[in-house]
């Protein structure tokens, strides 16, 4: 089964930015709701953000809300996740997931991009 790329990661200070970028290789998900989940060790998995097919509906948690921002170019098959003023509690892997048959589909995790706060 194709796994959905996630990239753009790294380390940054507080209050630094990111971009991160989620790609479909293989399969066309751009008519697929996509939403951005993390994972910090020891932790549960986290819902951060997720976009309609279209672009026009978005959802944030709330302790993302403000200062995250995520879009989609459909015809590169990409999702973004435009991440400003990090807190070193930002701190996970980050992976992205497809709405596929009434759930988001974890089976289609890529290897996730390591995000880190820290000064």
């Known amino acids: 089964q194709a796994h959905l790329v996630e990239s753009g990661g790294g380390l940054v200070p507080p209050g630094g930015s990111l971009r991160l970028s989620c790609v479909a290789p293989v399969y066309d998900f751009s008519t697929y709701s996509i939403a951005w989940f993390r994972q910090a060790p020891g932790k549960e998995r986290e819902f951060v953000a997720s976009?309609?097919?279209?672009?026009?509906?978005?959802e944030y948690a709330e302790s993302v809300r403000g200062r995250f921002t995520i879009s989609r170019d459909n015809a590169k098959n990409t999702v973004y996740l435009e991440m400003n003023s990090l807190k070193p509690e930002d701190t996970a892997a980050y992976h992205c997931?497809?709405?596929?048959?009434?759930?988001?589909?974890?089976?289609?995790w890529g290897q996730g991009t390591q995000v880190t706060v820290s000064s």
């Open positions: 997931s497809p709405y596929i048959g009434g759930s988001w589909r974890f089976e289609y």
């Open positions: 976009t309609s097919w279209s672009g026009d509906s978005t």
